[in-house]
């Protein structure tokens, strides 16, 4: 059984996330962040877990500002959509030129594609937020990045950002929520499907537009 643990930007509450197995101590690694590092790295030597890569659900500057650090550290690649590999490198795409920094992050390792299957996790293409946005599903859990949060959707006002492909991905990522699905977002608490039919309103208007 997956079990997770996540550790939260202070400044933009983003969440970086480490899944791993019950019984073993390999585990995966999700949107890095700097800040999150030092909380992280604690974390998994008390645990005595090795993760074994980073897959990134997207490539804004909230989600991506600890993957050079963690891939010195241990060692291991980054995964992340063809789509976000000019975020990684272009300021203006990741949005960190708006803070007034130049954030660029060593290209990835590898490349991810919709239904690919890494390690175990499915990769899911969801478009919208971003080009190269993806979720990635492992037994009942659900990890979403900037699709959707417990009370509404991700940002379609950001550069490359599309509206229309957000709300194919909000529907294509509904087929795989049932009622025991935990879904984890890139920012806030982690929710169940009866918490997005309860208290998800934009998300229900939005694709029923
Ligand atoms: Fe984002």
Redesign the pocket.
Known sequence: MYKFKNFVHPLFASNTYVIYKENSNECIIIDPTDIAFRDLAKFLENNNLKPISIINT?G?Y??ISGIDLVRETYKIPLYIHKNEEEFLRNPELNLSIYLGKNLIIKPAEYYVNDNDEIMGFKIIHTPG??PGSICLKVENILIVG?LIFLNSI?RVDLPLSSEEDMRNSLIKILNYIDEDTTILP?HGRSFKLEDLKRENEILWSFINF
């Open positions: 997207h804004h909230d989600h937020h971003t900037d991700g890139g």
